[in-house]
Nanobody, 119 residues
Framework: QVQLVESGGGLVQPGGSLRLSCAAS????????MAWYRQAPGKQRELVAS???????NYADSVKGRFTIYRDNAKNTVYLQMNSLKPKDTAVYYC?????????????WGQGTQVTVSS
């Protein structure tokens, strides 16, 4: 079974930093695009950042210059380095990946990790 497991959320003060990790496990042939989304209470899920298998990145305007997405293909892992965090960054963060397993392609989601920015 192919799955994504996230880690790294928590409580941080405004201006602080956190790094989220998302590791894919199972029988994996190829991982295509990977991305981070977030959903704040009462709001729709939104794309935060994405990265292709070749390393091209895309960011939401609200996080440009503060967040960095990168991946370690050898570890089947994507990271989100979040700096200069603001209270409005508070949300549940979800990892997403397009994964080719042994027989089929999956559009996978992680379980979500809470990020709270508060003093």
């Amino acid at each position: 079974q192919v799955q994504l497991v996230e880690s790294g959320g928590g409580l941080v003060q405004p201006g602080g930093s956190l790094r989220l990790s998302c590791a894919a496990s199972g029988t994996i042939s190829t991982i295509y695009a990977m991305a981070w989304y977030r959903q704040a209470p009462g709001k729709q899920r939104e794309l935060v950042a994405s990265i292709t298998s070749g390393g091209s990145t895309n960011y939401a305007d609200s996080v440009k210059g503060r967040f960095t997405i990168y991946r370690d293909n050898a570890k089947n892992t994507v990271y989100l380095q979040m700096n200069s965090l603001k209270p409005k960054d508070t949300a549940v963060y979800y990892c997403n990946a397009d994964v080719l397993g042994s027989l089929m392609k999956y559009d996978l989601w992680g379980q979500g990790t809470q990020v709270t920015v508060s003093s």
